[in-house]
């Protein structure tokens, strides 16, 4: 199995990123799909998550109007379309797969987890 996060980098405030995530070893169209992020010093969190049809999807408050999880079945990815950006949001960006929706907070329920991207929002 397979989930390798890449897009991440350095931006300004207010600049935008794309982070996108192949995944491979497993049927992609049957999870559940989040993003998930963790700062220095910080607990993980739950950013985003897409159920498996996109019929539905989920976002943490503070990026609600400003990220867009979406998915395609067909090429097995999944991707954050992240805009506005704040230093806040300033972390290790991972892709996870699995459990129950929209998913647990901290990522307890996760089966399958990318190595994390790391996205630096600075002046």
């Known amino acids: 199995v397979q989930l390798v996060e890449s897009g991440g980098g350095l931006v300004q405030p207010g600049g935008s990123l794309t982070l996108s995530c192949p995944a491979s070893g497993f049927t992609f169209s049957t999870y559940h799909m989040r993003w998930y992020r963790q700062a220095p010093g910080k607990d993980r969190e739950l950013v985003a998550a897409?159920?498996?049809?996109?019929?539905?999807?989920y976002y943490k408050d503070s990026v609600k109007g400003r990220f867009t999880v979406s998915r395609d079945n067909a090429k097995n990815t999944l991707y954050l379309q992240m805009n506005s950006l704040k230093p806040e949001d300033t972390a290790v960006y991972y892709c996870?797969?699995?459990?129950?929706?929209?998913?647990?907070?901290?990522?307890?329920?996760?089966?399958?987890w990318g190595q994390g991207t790391q996205v630096t929002v600075s002046s």
């Open positions: 897409i159920s498996r049809s996109a019929s539905s999807v």
């Open positions: 996870a797969a699995g459990g129950l929706w929209p998913g647990d907070a901290r990522g307890g329920d996760v089966t399958y």
